[in-house]
């Protein structure tokens, strides 16, 4: 019994790692109508470049500031050069533009830092603690702690100030957000920005968990199904998907396994994400949308 | 003659019209010229994944440029039928290689129609959960289990040697015969289904679900009737892609990338259109190469080779988002501005309005 | 954003093309040319499937840098009986399908010079090339990795497995954890994790482990690991209810130090981890931090710097600014050592042809004779500077793998240090099973196998 909640909790902490990609997502998503598959190359280019100012001896707090400026300004560019011109492409056509962003940001961040892996040490170390009699990961809570604090974060910002409160017009609807005189671009470029941060602290998180390499973008495959189950629209919803994916995925691999065969995590999130939409097409947490002839 | 079912009799080939004749002449062309210059590279390397990722194309443009079911899961169809045709070329008495192929493509077909029934219920970009879940569970199933891969021990299959009836093309140029002719006919099949009602059926569920169902058009088995075709041709492209291309394959050579490949084909050749997949491959196969090529003749012999790959990565994500701005129906199109006559391998009506919208 | 005029781009594309084609029909593709070629057509030359870019690029990179400055070592000293070398390098990012195409592409070199042989460094790529290999009679060579029964060579000419067959590898673990627990016998009812890489590569040894288990008397349970292998979890928590005694660890890649930092979340001591010839690097214990320590592997090679050879590669390749590594640190690890390793080997392989058949360019035929009749002892090893650094090999047309020890390693933080002497697999109770999977994939193939008492 002991050792089924540790495997639960385990999860669901790794869940909710997994829900602190998708919230970057949901951001853009909400601001732009764009499902931004270049999410994970933008952690990937966040954490190597903060890991190698760092291993060049700058402070931990103006290396991740620089990193930041370094999100604003491709924010600015892809307003500019990507979002702007296909305001009025299809869904898909704006899905396909960014994952050409997504090979963008990867050339670049391994031109810039090259291919080697990196170790990031946060200085939180990862032993195992003794938490209610489970043994749970010292590092995993804390990450859980930095995700949720990102989450109110996230809801005081667009609950309770004028810019938060753009940025749900703009989601709401985008041409009478236009015609109240809110600047569309501005608002763009900050929702790309808030990601920006967010995939940030995800690529310290994730850095730190599984040391810093080109993989990290893949965590993204991770995060679509804790989107599809909670809902592009919802961020609350998606730390309810994560936690949900994670303790499902953790605990069909080990009690699943023996039975169906190794690796079944690499897909059982999908398929869970499946079982879950046929019962709400829009996922637990969407928007479900309204569509006439 | 009792009467085919109504998706089997539209794809049959129909009387000859003037139309007929250009993709005639583009086979014809295939057909000879490379022949012509005969360079075993160009054959092996360069030629027959372009057919077979036109195929491929083919086969997701059904699915997503006509029916409007955005799919990221083609390379596990792909994978089904190219461990399908081994297994019953390998194990059923009887199926000689082509018969194998058609087979394989069926099976890949049934599940496609599978990973389709999801589409009768969620709507939008919602869908890539059942395609993907597809892309993620295929690689594994093939690979955990070993009878898929008649039990060698890395899940790696072994094409057996190109042989048809008696005749051997185990070379790059046989190879390449080969896949001319099935991507030849199936093309033209796909094209006349195209053409039919089912096709136009397919065209209003993209275009606007709600009306078709008020015309009575039956949404469901549109779908996946859709569905089935595009994992069909996916399928046949990739027996094709382990038996007359790579000659070994394992799951992982189907993974998400290869299914991301085959979206670039048909966005960038344009969506719903046939010519546009050949155009589409073409560019995703050549332009790899022809930047190592620019970047090897820049740089010289000093070009860190590291650099260079990354340096190819940035170019291709930015070519990706250039086409997507400038010429958001794809090369096809370009094609069609440039050349003073139409050749007419697609109907005006046919080619969607600009920047499809695929039911969201 | 204004459109581009589709006719000039039409025009542009087709030119292109156009260029493209005459230039693949005169094989001028190449992506990277190094090496000496004082008059075209007369080096010998090697094709390089390398890879820089990707989950693997520290291996690759190390690997590949290594044989590249070995060569141009060689180069400095006159080339090998005046022969020069030449390569070509082309990316595969350790992908099947770019693997097969750099192999297509570079098979032939750019001036005519003969090709030597092939060294892809991928189990993958390996597998899609082994009948093109034979076929254009050029020597696959797999060192320390590879397809296990390329070993017998009578149904594999121009496969070989140098140094450490992957069976060998896992027997040579096992010898040596029986060592540890007072003898092969004393290993009965013991528990053994091996944690697995999910590729082609990390699927190799399943069957061999199993015959090992039954045969000692050992619980095994095999644990894979999805590629890329960065999210363990799941994993290591089966390895702490299990609790094994040891747990082998068959990674590549990033799977190792994840594999590590995982094994450190959930307590298992890491000194009871022992990490097999592609989990061995520095570039594998190094990023999982304090985890890694008490880290043991297996190695062929040490890492290291002093060693003779090594020091001519620094004055006369390095310090003349020839070297290929991108981080000039990494001289010495266990990957750029390999690299130098897989380089002596080579080009051995290609004096010990020249002995034969004339001191000129050699074919791949002839370079596959050189191969197999490969024999370095310590007198000779002494003469390349390369004592400690390789093993004695002697290869047959039996045995194309010639060596078959290891030698341990544990990290203590920031090196290796080696803790054991030369241990042997248990190649004799091996040896069946690899000839019968050589015969069974004769059967498949219709290939006759050689006679090797005529060879």
């Given at each position: 019994?002991?050792?089924?909640?540790?495997?639960?909790?385990?999860?669901?902490?790794?869940?909710?790692?997994?829900a602190l990609?998708?919230i970057?997502?949901?951001?853009?998503?909400?601001?732009?109508g764009?499902?931004?598959f270049?999410?994970?190359?933008?952690?990937?280019?966040?954490?190597?470049?903060?890991?190698?100012?760092?291993e060049?001896?700058?402070?931990?707090?103006?290396?991740?500031g620089?990193?930041?400026?370094?999100?604003?300004?491709a924010?600015?560019?892809?307003?500019?050069?990507?979002?702007?011109?296909?305001?009025?492409?299809?869904?898909?056509?704006?899905f396909?533009?960014?994952?050409?962003?997504?090979?963008?940001?990867?050339?670049?961040?391994?031109?810039?830092?090259?291919?080697?892996?990196?170790?990031?040490?946060?200085?939180?170390?990862?032993?195992?603690?003794?938490?209610?009699?489970?043994?749970?990961?010292?590092?995993?809570?804390?990450?859980?702690?930095t995700?949720?604090?990102?989450v109110?974060?996230?809801?005081?910002?667009?609950?309770?100030?004028?810019?938060?409160?753009?940025?749900r017009?703009?989601?709401?609807?985008?041409?009478?957000?236009?015609?109240?005189?809110?600047?569309?671009?501005?608002?763009?470029?900050?929702a790309?920005?808030?990601?920006?941060?967010?995939?940030?602290?995800?690529?310290?998180?994730?850095?730190?968990?599984?040391?810093?390499?080109?993989?990290?973008?893949?965590?993204?495959?991770?995060?679509?199904?804790?989107?599809?189950?909670?809902g592009?629209?919802?961020?609350?919803?998606?730390?309810?998907?994560?936690?949900?994916v994670?303790?499902?995925?953790?605990?069909?691999?080990i009690?699943?396994?023996?039975?169906?065969?190794?690796?079944?995590?690499?897909?059982?999130?999908?398929?869970?994400?499946?079982?879950?939409?046929?019962?709400?097409?829009?996922?637990?947490?969407?928007?479900r949308?309204?569509?006439?002839? | 003659?009792?009467?085919?079912?109504?998706?089997?009799?539209?794809?049959?080939p129909?009387?000859?019209?003037?139309?007929?004749?250009?993709?005639?002449?583009?086979?014809?062309?295939?057909?000879?010229?490379?022949?012509?210059?005969?360079?075993d590279?160009?054959?092996?390397?360069?030629?027959?994944?372009?057919?077979?990722l036109?195929?491929?194309?083919l086969?997701?443009?059904?699915?997503?440029?006509?029916?409007?079911?955005?799919?990221?899961?083609?390379?596990?169809?792909?994978?089904?039928?190219?461990?399908?045709?081994y297994?019953?070329?390998?194990?059923?008495?009887?199926?000689?290689?082509?018969?194998?192929?058609?087979?394989?493509?069926?099976?890949?077909?049934?599940?496609?129609?599978?990973f389709?029934?999801?589409?009768?219920?969620?709507?939008?970009?919602?869908?890539?959960a059942?395609?993907?879940?597809?892309?993620?569970?295929?690689?594994?199933?093939?690979?955990?289990?070993?009878?898929?891969?008649?039990?060698?021990?890395?899940?790696?299959?072994?094409?057996?040697?190109?042989?048809?009836?008696?005749?051997?093309?185990?070379?790059?140029?046989?190879?390449y015969?080969?896949?001319?002719?099935?991507?030849?006919?199936?093309?033209?099949?796909?094209?006349?289904?195209?053409?039919?009602?089912?096709?136009?059926?397919?065209?209003?569920?993209?275009?606007?679900?709600?009306?078709?169902?008020?015309?009575?058009?039956?949404?469901?088995?549109?779908?996946?009737?859709?569905?089935?075709?595009?994992?069909?041709?996916?399928?046949?492209?990739g027996?094709?892609?382990?038996?007359?291309?790579?000659?070994?394959?394992?799951?992982?050579?189907?993974?998400?990338?290869?299914?991301?490949?085959i979206?670039?084909?048909i966005?960038l050749?344009?969506?719903?259109s046939i010519?546009?997949?050949?155009?589409?491959?073409a560019?995703?196969?050549?332009?790899?190469?022809?930047?190592?090529?620019?970047?090897?003749?820049?740089?010289?012999?000093?070009?860190?080779?590291?650099?260079?790959?990354?340096?190819?990565?940035?170019?291709?994500g930015?070519?990706i988002i250039?086409?997507?701005?400038?010429?958001?129906?794809?090369?096809?199109?370009?094609?069609?501005?440039?050349?003073?006559?139409?050749?007419?391998?697609?109907?005006?009506d046919?080619?969607?309005p600009a920047?499809?919208?695929?039911?969201? | 954003?204004?459109?581009?005029?589709?006719?000039?781009?039409?025009?542009?594309?087709?030119?292109a093309?156009?260029?493209?084609?005459?230039?693949?029909?005169?094989?001028?593709?190449?992506?990277?040319?190094?090496g000496?070629?004082?008059?075209?057509?007369?080096?010998?030359?090697?094709?390089?499937?390398?890879?820089?870019?990707?989950?693997?690029a520290?291996?690759?990179?190390?690997?590949?840098?290594?044989?590249?400055?070995?060569?141009?070592?060689?180069?400095?000293?006159?080339?090998?009986?005046?022969?020069?070398?030449?390569w070509?390098?082309?990316?595969t990012?350790?992908?099947?399908?770019?693997?097969?195409?750099?192999?297509?592409r570079?098979?032939?070199?750019?001036?005519?010079?003969?090709?030597?042989?092939?060294?892809?460094?991928?189990?993958?790529i390996?597998?899609?090339?082994?009948?093109?290999?034979?076929?254009?009679?050029?020597?696959?060579?797999?060192?320390n990795?590879?397809?296990?029964?390329?070993?017998?060579?009578?149904?594999?000419p121009?496969?070989?497995?140098?140094?450490?067959?992957p069976?060998?590898?896992?027997?040579?673990?096992?010898?040596?954890?029986?060592?540890?627990?007072?003898?092969?016998?004393?290993?009965r009812?013991?528990?053994?994790?091996?944690l697995?890489?999910?590729?082609?590569?990390?699927?190799?040894?399943?069957?061999?482990?199993?015959?090992?288990?039954?045969?000692?008397g050992?619980t095994?349970?095999?644990?894979?690991?999805?590629?890329?292998?960065n999210?363990?979890?799941?994993?290591?928590?089966?390895?702490?209810?299990?609790?094994?005694?040891w747990?082998?660890l068959?990674g590549?890649?990033?799977?190792?130090?994840?594999?590590?930092k995982?094994?450190r979340?959930?307590?298992?001591?890491?000194?009871?981890?022992?990490g097999?010839?592609?989990?061995?690097?520095?570039?594998?214990?190094?990023?999982?931090?304090?985890?890694?320590?008490?880290?043991?592997?297996?190695?062929?090679?040490?890492?290291?710097?002093?060693?003779?050879?090594?020091?001519?590669?620094r004055?006369?390749?390095?310090?003349?600014?020839?070297?290929?590594?991108?981080?000039?640190?990494?001289f010495?690890?266990?990957?750029?050592?390999?690299?130098?390793?897989?380089?002596?080997?080579?080009?051995?392989?290609?004096?010990?042809?020249?002995?034969?058949?004339?001191?000129?360019?050699l074919?791949?035929?002839?370079?596959?004779?050189?191969?197999?009749?490969?024999?370095?002892?310590?007198?000779?090893?002494?003469?390349?500077?390369a004592?400690?650094?390789?093993?004695?090999?002697?290869l047959?047309?039996?045995?194309?793998?010639?060596?078959?020890?290891?030698?341990?390693?544990?990290?203590?933080?920031?090196r290796?240090?080696?803790?054991?002497?030369?241990?042997?697999?248990?190649?004799?109770?091996?040896?069946?099973?690899?000839?019968?999977?050589?015969?069974?994939?004769a059967?498949?193939?219709?290939?006759?196998?050689?006679?090797?008492?005529?060879?």
């Amino acid at each position: 019994m002991q050792f089924f909640l540790e495997v639960l909790v385990a999860g669901a902490l790794s869940g909710v790692m997994y829900a602190l990609v998708a919230i970057g997502f949901v951001l853009i998503y909400r601001a732009s109508g764009v499902f931004n598959f270049a999410q994970g190359s933008m952690i990937l280019f966040a954490a190597l470049t903060f890991v190698n100012l760092v291993e060049r001896g700058v402070p931990f707090w103006l290396a991740f500031g620089a990193t930041l400026l370094l999100l604003i300004a491709a924010a600015f560019a892809i307003e500019r050069f990507v979002l702007r011109p296909l305001s009025n492409g299809s869904v898909i056509t704006l899905f396909l533009a960014t994952l050409g962003l997504s090979y963008i940001f990867e050339g670049l961040s391994q031109i810039a830092w090259g291919a080697q892996v990196h170790a990031l040490d946060l200085g939180i170390s990862d032993d195992p603690v003794p938490v209610a009699g489970l043994s749970l990961s010292s590092f995993d809570i804390a990450a859980t702690a930095t995700a949720g604090s990102l989450v109110v974060l996230l809801a005081l910002v667009t609950g309770k100030t004028n810019l938060g409160l753009s940025l749900r017009a703009v989601a709401a609807d985008p041409l009478a957000a236009l015609s109240i005189g809110i600047r569309l671009d501005r608002v763009t470029v900050i929702a790309w920005s808030l990601a920006g941060f967010v995939a940030l602290v995800a690529g310290l998180v994730w850095g730190a968990r599984s040391g810093v390499q080109f993989s990290l973008s893949l965590i993204v495959l991770k995060a679509l199904p804790v989107l599809i189950i909670g809902g592009f629209t919802s961020i609350g919803g998606v730390i309810v998907a994560g936690v949900l994916v994670g303790a499902g995925e953790n605990l069909a691999a080990i009690y699943l396994g023996p039975t169906i065969g190794n690796g079944v995590e690499g897909w059982f999130a999908y398929i869970l994400a499946l079982v879950f939409l046929m019962a709400r097409p829009t996922g637990l947490f969407g928007q479900r949308t309204w569509a006439r002839i | 003659m009792a009467s085919l079912p109504a998706p089997l009799a539209a794809a049959l080939p129909r009387t000859p019209r003037i139309r007929a004749l250009a993709p005639v002449l583009a086979v014809a062309t295939a057909a000879i010229v490379p022949f012509a210059i005969g360079a075993d590279y160009l054959f092996g390397a360069v030629l027959v994944p372009i057919l077979i990722l036109s195929l491929a194309g083919l086969g997701l443009n059904i699915l997503t440029g006509y029916a409007g079911q955005l799919s990221l899961g083609s390379a596990a169809f792909m994978a089904i039928g190219a461990f399908a045709t081994y297994n019953i070329h390998l194990r059923v008495p009887g199926f000689t290689l082509l018969p194998a192929i058609v087979a394989g493509g069926f099976v890949s077909a049934g599940f496609g129609v599978l990973f389709g029934l999801p589409s009768l219920r969620v709507k939008g970009f919602y869908l890539i959960a059942s395609t993907l879940a597809a892309q993620f569970f295929v690689p594994w199933a093939l690979s955990q289990y070993g009878w898929f891969s008649n039990g060698s021990t890395s899940g790696v299959i072994t094409a057996p040697p190109l042989t048809l009836g008696g005749c051997d093309l185990d070379n790059p140029a046989g190879r390449y015969a080969v896949t001319l002719g099935v991507v030849a006919v199936l093309t033209l099949l796909a094209r006349n289904l195209i053409d039919s009602p089912t096709g136009r059926a397919w065209m209003a569920v993209r275009d606007m679900d709600l009306a078709a169902a008020a015309l009575g058009i039956p949404l469901g088995r549109a779908k996946l009737l859709a569905f089935a075709v595009s994992s069909f041709l996916l399928g046949i492209a990739g027996a094709l892609w382990a038996f007359t291309y790579l000659g070994t394959v394992e799951p992982a050579g189907f993974d998400l990338d290869r299914s991301f490949q085959i979206l670039f084909v048909i966005i960038l050749g344009g969506l719903g259109s046939i010519r546009g997949n050949f155009l589409g491959a073409a560019f995703v196969v050549l332009l790899p190469v022809a930047l190592s090529m620019i970047g090897g003749a820049i740089a010289g012999p000093s070009l860190d080779p590291a650099l260079l790959e990354n340096a190819q990565k940035v170019v291709f994500g930015a070519l990706i988002i250039f086409f997507l701005v400038a010429e958001p129906d794809g090369l096809t199109r370009l094609l069609d501005r440039a050349l003073p006559y139409p050749l007419e391998l697609d109907r005006p009506d046919e080619t969607p309005p600009a920047g499809v919208a695929a039911n969201v | 954003m204004s459109r581009i005029s589709p006719k000039s781009f039409l025009t542009l594309s087709a030119a292109a093309t156009l260029a493209l084609m005459t230039g693949c029909h005169e094989k001028t593709g190449t992506t990277q040319q190094g090496g000496v070629a004082a008059v075209p057509g007369k080096s010998q030359y090697f094709p390089l499937q390398s890879y820089r870019v990707g989950p693997y690029a520290a291996g690759g990179s190390g690997f590949f840098g290594g044989f590249i400055d070995y060569m141009q070592l060689v180069n400095a000293q006159g080339g090998i009986n005046g022969v020069p070398l030449s390569w070509a390098e082309c990316e595969t990012e350790y992908d099947v399908e770019k693997g097969v195409e750099c192999y297509e592409r570079l098979k032939k070199s750019a001036d005519g010079s003969p090709t030597a042989a092939t060294n892809p460094l991928s189990v993958g790529i390996a597998y899609a090339t082994l009948d093109r290999s034979t076929t254009d009679k050029i020597p696959l060579i797999t060192i320390n990795h590879g397809r296990t029964d390329s070993t017998d060579g009578s149904v594999f000419p121009y496969v070989f497995p140098l140094q450490l067959n992957p069976y060998s590898e896992v027997s040579a673990i096992f010898n040596w954890i029986g060592a540890k627990a007072g003898g092969l016998d004393k290993l009965r009812g013991k528990h053994i994790v091996v944690l697995y890489h999910g590729s082609p590569y990390g699927k190799e040894t399943n069957g061999v482990i199993d015959t090992l288990a039954a045969r000692y008397g050992v619980t095994v349970d095999k644990i894979e690991v999805p590629h890329p292998g960065n999210e363990q979890q799941s994993q290591w928590l089966k390895i702490r209810q299990i609790n094994p005694e040891w747990v082998i660890l068959r990674g590549w890649g990033v799977m190792n130090p994840v594999a590590l930092k995982t094994a450190r979340k959930v307590g298992f001591p890491a000194d009871h981890i022992i990490g097999n010839i592609w989990s061995n690097s520095e570039e594998d214990a190094a990023p999982a931090g304090d985890a890694a320590k008490g880290f043991i592997s297996i190695t062929t090679h040490p890492s290291g710097t002093s060693f003779p050879v090594l020091q001519q590669i620094r004055a006369q390749v390095i310090d003349k600014g020839k070297g290929n590594l991108a981080d000039p640190k990494r001289f010495g690890t266990v990957y750029y050592n390999l690299g130098v390793v897989n380089g002596i080997l080579n080009v051995e392989a290609v004096r010990v042809a020249q002995a034969k058949f004339g001191k000129r360019p050699l074919t791949g035929e002839e370079v596959r004779w050189g191969f197999e009749h490969l024999n370095i002892d310590d007198a000779r090893l002494k003469a390349l500077g390369a004592v400690g650094l390789v093993q004695p090999l002697k290869l047959s047309c039996s045995d194309h793998e010639g060596g078959g020890a290891v030698r341990f390693q544990q990290w203590d933080g920031t090196r290796w240090n080696v803790i054991s002497d030369w241990i042997q697999a248990d190649r004799p109770l091996l040896r069946p099973i690899i000839e019968a999977s050589a015969r069974q994939y004769a059967r498949e193939k219709g290939i006759t196998p050689r006679d090797c008492s005529k060879s």
